[in-house]
């Protein structure tokens, strides 16, 4: 069985510190954990999201950091007015030079079951607005001449799973939108990775799963450890850091060798 590492044992990488990091959907699950390890590190974040309890909770929580989070209300499916925050965020206090698209939801849902209005609702939560909080940020990554584009993509559907068509195309676009990004904006020394995560625990996964149905999953990995939010967030913080200087355009699996 693999511990987890406590936070203190965790990487520490110093091109990070200082750093404009942008987080969509960073309220709570991994988007927390991403928050928690950027803040770490001593990165200026802001977050979006739309669930302000948890919200303001996490930003309570590491009050004490030397550079607290900021968390901002945005319902990303509204793409002006995500871009319109993103652009007053910039001129107020700089552009990004990292943006981590997080933000998504998997419902469950039956093939039978979408309508046209469902298809164009779950691809605006899932894929729409990658591209355009990407588009928001660019010119700003353009003009510092660097900057990191983080899509967090999903093992869903290569695995095949049911009940997740609709979040499963869009995840797979993911991929391809961040192989695009990289291939356009390398010459600008903008960086697009993904990761890939696995099953990770998190309030909202325990909703779908028993234990007994948690144990088939890490019975179907190689490694046996339960993944958590933190290690999704190391993959991150290495993507987004200057060790990372020449990796762009692939995906990066977390998942406890699952797939």
């Known amino acids: 069985m693999h511990v987890p590492l406590t936070r203190d044992q965790r990487a520490v990488y110093p091109s990070l510190k200082g750093k404009r990091v942008l987080i969509t959907g960073g309220g709570s699950g991994i ?3 991403l928050v928690e390890g950027f803040v770490r590190q001593g990165a200026d974040v802001t977050f979006f999201d739309i669930v302000d309890a948890d919200s303001q909770a996490l930003v309570q929580s590491l009050s004490g950091a030397a550079q607290p989070p900021v968390y901002e209300h945005c319902d990303l499916t509204d793409i002006g007015s995500a871009k319109a925050k993103i652009a007053k965020l910039i001129e107020d206090f700089g552009a990004f030079d990292i943006l981590i698209n997080n933000a998504a939801n998997d419902d469950r849902h039956t093939i039978e079951e979408v309508t046209e209005d469902y298809w164009e609702n779950r691809i605006g939560v899932n894929l729409k607005h990658l591209f355009f909080c ?11 001449g660097a900057g990191v584009i983080i899509n967090m993509g999903s093992i869903s559907w290569h695995l095949a799973l049911e009940g997740l068509i609709l979040y499963q195309t869009a995840k797979a676009g993911i991929e391809g939108l961040t192989r695009s990004l990289a291939r356009d904006l390398g010459g600008d020394n903008i960086r697009s990775v993904c990761i ?11 909703k779908w799963y028993t234990p007994e149905g948690e144990a088939e999953i890490v019975n179907a990995q190689c490694l046996k450890g339960r993944l958590v939010p933190d290690d999704i967030a190391a993959m991150a913080l290495f993507l987004a850091s200057d060790d990372a200087r020449l990796i762009t355009g692939h995906e990066y699996f977390v998942d406890a060798g699952w797939r």
């Open 31 to 33: 988007g927390a954990g």
């Open 134 to 144: 990407a588009q928001a940020v660019i010119p700003g990554m353009k003009a510092k």
């Open 196 to 206: 890939v995560p696995g099953n990770v625990k998190t309030p909202r996964q325990m």
